[in-house]
Every structure is written in C-alpha cells, then in structure tokens.
C-alpha cells in the first residue's frame, strides 16, 4: 500500500468517519459551551435557506407545468409515464438547484462567523497554540468566495450530466439521484474542512490537496451536512454550524496524523 493510501484510507471508510463525526457535534457543543457561537449564522441560514427553497419550488414547478403543455401523446399509458418521469426531473431539479445555490451562497455568507466557529473548536479541543492563522472579515469571505468560484464549473457540468441521466425512467432517476448526492457532498465536504485549515495556516492549494486526498471524509462530511438539510427549518438552520463543527473535528485529527 502506498504512503498516500495509508494516510488516506478506503474512500469508503473516509465516508463512515466523515458521517460519524457529527454524532461527536453535540458533545463538543455542551462540553466547551460554543452554543452561542451558532445562533446568529443558524438565523441568517435559515432566512437564506427559505427563500432559495421558495424560488426553486416555484421555478421548478412552472418548468414542469411549461414542459407538461408541451408535450402531448395519444397514448394514455405514455402520457403517465411522461407526467411521472417529468415530475420527478422537477423534484430533482429543485433539490439540486436548492443545495447547490444554498451551499455556495451560504458558505461565503457565513464565512467569517463559521470560521470563528472552527477556531474555537480548535482552540477548545488542542489549545490556543494549535491556531495559527486568525481570520478577519474581509479575508474569509475572499477566501470562500474563491474556493466556490474555484469549482462552480466542473460541479455544475457534472451535476447536468447525472441531471440528463433522470430522463431514463426509474435507473436513470436512481442513477441522477445517487451521482448528483456525491457531487454535491463532495465539493460541500470541502468547503466546511477549509474553515479549520485555513486557521491552521493551510494556502488554498495546501487545503485543496489536503481534501484531495481524502476524497471519502469530504464526502462523508459534505453527506452529513446534506441529511442535516433534508430536516425542514430546524436542519436549514444548524446543518453549516454542525457541518462546520464535524469537519473542524476530523480536520485536527487528520491535520495531527500527518504532523
């Protein structure tokens, strides 16, 4: 095995330890009382969160009414066919669209209040010598908003091609399902395990390599984050903090591996 895949592990087993991280969220939480540090970007996720949900629902559904009239088949059988596999192109669209925008937007919104959230995990779970880097305002929302430009792109191209997979009836929706939950998770992973490294002092490209190598805890990390999103209100609200926490938790210990 080489030294990359023993520091690494299975792409697997990176996913099982990025989704255990967040039963570890709420004891971390209590036991260093960082509970106040979650209520101000929990409000502001949440109003952000319920205006995107709002929009996409009532784009996605003129699209489906548009594509509906559109269409037309003599065909009873067909014609069902079509409306259900229509709607569930519609369902989605609308959750893609809405995790994609939210977590792009809310990522760099919240940058400088989830930041501050990893440097007190930080400093709470190894002392205040272990943060190297204290991040302002400015720069924390420069960064974010780099680190989703960086990747917009080849998410979205990806995100179309399992998108266009949903057209197939039942394989093709379970195919769109699964590949767009991973690309989403993935580059969402990412975005919450650079708040701790860039206070550990990582450039984006350190960081970029840093997460490239564990591929499976970004996805597991991004996972979680996304599950937390699919709770109506109170998920919309504490899914960044939480995902934020999980992700500062398994980045010192893999952060601490490789020292």
Not at 130 to 158: H, M, Q, S
Not at 165 to 188: D, E, H, N, W, Y
Request: proline share 3%; net charge neutral; aromatic share 14%.
């Amino acid at each position: 095995m080489s030294s990359k895949s023993a520091k690494s592990g299975s792409f697997f087993s990176g996913v099982i330890s990025g989704l255990s991280a967040y039963f570890r969220v709420t004891a971390v939480l209590f036991r260093y009382k960082l509970w106040h540090f979650q209520l101000l970007p929990a409000a502001i996720s949440f109003v952000v969160s319920a205006l995107l949900f709002y929009g996409f629902f009532v784009a996605t559904g003129k699209f489906t009414g548009w594509m509906d009239g559109l269409i037309r088949v003599p065909w009873e059988w067909l014609d069902t066919t079509i409306n259900w596999t229509l709607a569930i192109l519609a369902f989605l669209i609308l959750i893609a669209g809405f995790f994609f925008a939210h977590k792009h937007i809310i990522l760099v919104i919240l940058a400088p209040f989830l930041g501050t959230i990893a440097e007190e995990t930080m400093k709470n779970l190894k002392g205040e010598d272990f943060v190297k880097t204290d991040i302002g305002i400015g720069p924390a929302i420069a960064r974010g908003a780099k680190i989703n430009l960086r990747y917009i792109t080849r998410e979205i191209f990806t995100n179309l091609i399992f998108l266009a997979c949903g057209i197939i009836p039942v394989i093709g929706s379970v195919i769109s399902a699964s590949g767009m939950f991973l690309t989403q998770a993935r580059f969402l992973g990412y975005g919450l395990m650079d708040f701790p490294l860039e206070n550990r002092g990582l450039t984006v490209d350190e960081s970029d390599d840093f997460v490239r190598e564990r591929a499976g805890l970004s996805v597991g990390i991004g996972g979680g984050y996304m599950l937390i999103m699919a709770i109506p209100f109170v998920g919309w609200m504490f899914a960044p903090t939480f995902g934020t926490v999980a992700g500062t938790i398994r980045a010192i210990e893999e952060l601490e591996r490789d020292e």
